[in-house]
């Protein structure tokens, strides 16, 4: 059954690679303008993934999902393997965005293998792989403090500063190019949105996602400008258009109740994984899969919580409800919200199925007489 499941696994990963080519999405004109040497543009975007396009280069899709299936494995060896296998075989969202030139492929594969170091007991490579994460997508920056505050809870003060000291060994260079060439040591772009993220936030639910695709150029819809959003945008851009103005904009702006509706849309928005090139009927079984786990991994997480995968999880996942977000910008977790659900199957819905599941009738005559 389990070298079945690997099979089918690496099937889908076939299929799924055909469905997708050209493999380019939304940001990947960004990545491959890096790649071939625009580096103005390491303002905005971090420098592992264009890094990873260019050794790999026509072969780097095929190459992530290779890693793909290695992350499933890093992950499996944490769980049921064959149960987990077999998950991924039916929810195919991380799959899906794997195949695509995206740097959510590449922070995939670094998540998953920070939690089988820590597993392991490997601090040095988790630290290592934290940091090269951040390379990847830096909105993963939050594992960090969210891993060392687990270590250091458990008094592991040795292994917390190796942890530290190797994500820190992992970030210099691109904090140190940051420094250079803007005068800002840090290890996130410097040209960051989360300010224009937020300030995007505080608008949903009052104009259309249309409207809000574009924040500081056009096309403005008529919408837009009806509302009031687009002045404001040109006005706070006239200031200077910082990410700390809009975050301030943002702010100014938010109510509880706003906060709070904007939260519970972004949970419908993580756990609906969008539309595949595929029948609409598909489209919805695999809408109403994603729930079903999300629904087991949450149980799972609360009932396992002390496992330092908790810590991984809600350091992405948080943030991301408050944000202008999208379901994919939270891939780097779908393995270990599945590992939780996984382990909520076979803890506690197995086990007390066996406990109170009916017994044929005869079926205790024939347990006595064994």
């Known amino acids: ?18 469905l997708t080519y050209p493999w380019l999405a939304v940001d990947s004109s960004d990545y491959l303008r890096i790649a071939s040497g625009d580096f103005a543009l390491l303002g905005l975007r971090t420098p592992a993934y264009p890094l990873f396009l260019a050794i790999f280069q026509s072969f780097a899709v095929p190459v992530q999902l290779a890693l793909y299936l290695v992350s499933v494995w890093l992950v499996s060896r944490l769980t049921d393997e064959t149960m987990f296998v077999g998950l991924a075989c039916i929810y195919i969202f991380p799959l899906f965005y794997t195949a695509q030139i995206l740097s959510e492929g590449l922070t995939i594969f670094c998540i998953a293998l920070v939690a089988w170091a820590l597993w392991k007991g490997r601090y040095l490579l988790a630290g290592a792989m934290s940091g090269f994460a951040v390379l990847a997508r830096p909105d993963q920056l939050v594992v960090i403090p969210a891993l060392l505050l687990v270590i250091a809870y458990r008094r592991e003060w040795r292994r917390a500063l ?7 060994v992992v970030l210099l260079p691109y904090m140190s190019w940051n420094a250079y060439e803007y005068g800002k040591l840090t ?3 410097v040209q960051s949105t989360i300010g224009q993220s937020l300030y995007l936030a505080s608008w949903e639910g009052e104009i259309s996602l249309d409207s809000l695709r574009y924040l500081s150029s056009g096309p403005l819809t008529a919408e837009a400008e ?21 975050m301030a904009a943002a702010f100014h702006r938010m109510t509880v109740g706003g906060v709070v509706s904007h939260a519970v849309r972004m949970v419908w928005r993580l756990f609906n994984t969008g539309t595949y090139p595929a029948p609409r009927i598909v489209n919805l079984a695999l809408i109403a899969i994603s729930a079903i786990v999300w629904a087991l991994g949450m149980v799972g997480l609360g009932l396992f919580w002390r496992r330092p995968e908790t810590a991984i999880f809600l350091a992405v996942l948080i943030p991301h409800l408050f944000l202008h977000t999208e379901a994919r910008y939270t891939a780097s977790i779908r393995l270990i919200l599945m590992l939780f659900a996984v382990e909520l199957v076979r803890q506690v819905l197995i086990p007390a199925w066996s406990r109170f599941r009916p017994v044929p009738a005869g079926g205790e005559e024939r347990r006595s007489a064994g």
Do not use: K, Q
């Open 1 to 18: 059954m389990r070298r079945a499941l690997w099979l089918l696994l690496a099937l889908e990963a076939a299929v799924v690679l055909w």
């Open 226 to 246: 009806r509302s009031g959003f687009a002045p404001e945008v040109r006005r706070i851009n006239a200031e200077g258009g910082t990410s700390d103005e809009y």
């Open 162 to 168: 190796v942890f530290v000291l190797a994500a820190f």
């Open 187 to 189: 290890p996130v772009p």
